[in-house]
């Protein structure tokens, strides 16, 4: 089993700032792609950006690029924990919305380094989502 926990959510007037943090213990390896998905009021979920094992594998989806920053601790740092981050700077009111965090297994022989925000099938364990919320 792999708990997935997203912390870091809340509400934030437009312009203003926010981190997002993703944590996958258990089995997880840093190699793991981890992505991040939102889901706003009356909408389908969208991923908004992932990142494999290394930095250049970072995806940030054209509707964020700019705004929004993914990265990942390297687990030797954290105490064992697999965590990504999601900087979210400038938020507008359509960032809106419930934010989730989802890892992708690998085998332990795999060696790519990919990942992907098309589509949610690769992605293995989901946290519970964490919610946004953009308003003056």
């Known amino acids: 089993q792999v708990p997935v926990v997203e912390s870091g959510g809340g509400l934030v007037q437009p312009g203003g700032s926010l981190r997002l943090s993703c944590e996958a213990s258990g089995e997880s390896k840093d190699n793991w792609p981890i992505g991040w998905f939102r889901q706003a009021p009356g909408k389908g979920r969208e991923g908004v950006a992932c990142?494999?094992?290394?930095?250049?594998?970072?995806?940030?989806?054209?509707?964020v690029k700019g705004r929004f920053t993914i990265s990942r601790s390297h687990m030797r740092d954290t105490n064992a924990k697999n965590i990504v981050y999601l900087d979210m700077t400038d938020l507008k009111p359509e960032d809106t919305g419930r934010y989730y965090c989802?890892?992708?297994?690998?085998?332990?022989?795999?060696?790519?380094?990919?990942?992907?925000?098309?589509?949610?099938?690769?992605?293995?364990?989901w946290g519970q989502g964490i919610q946004v919320t953009v308003s003056s």
């Open positions: 989802a890892v992708e297994r690998l085998s332990a022989y795999s060696v790519l380094d990919i990942c992907t925000t098309v589509s949610e099938r690769p992605y293995d364990y």
């Open positions: 990142i494999g094992k290394s930095p250049t594998s970072a995806v940030v989806e054209n509707f």
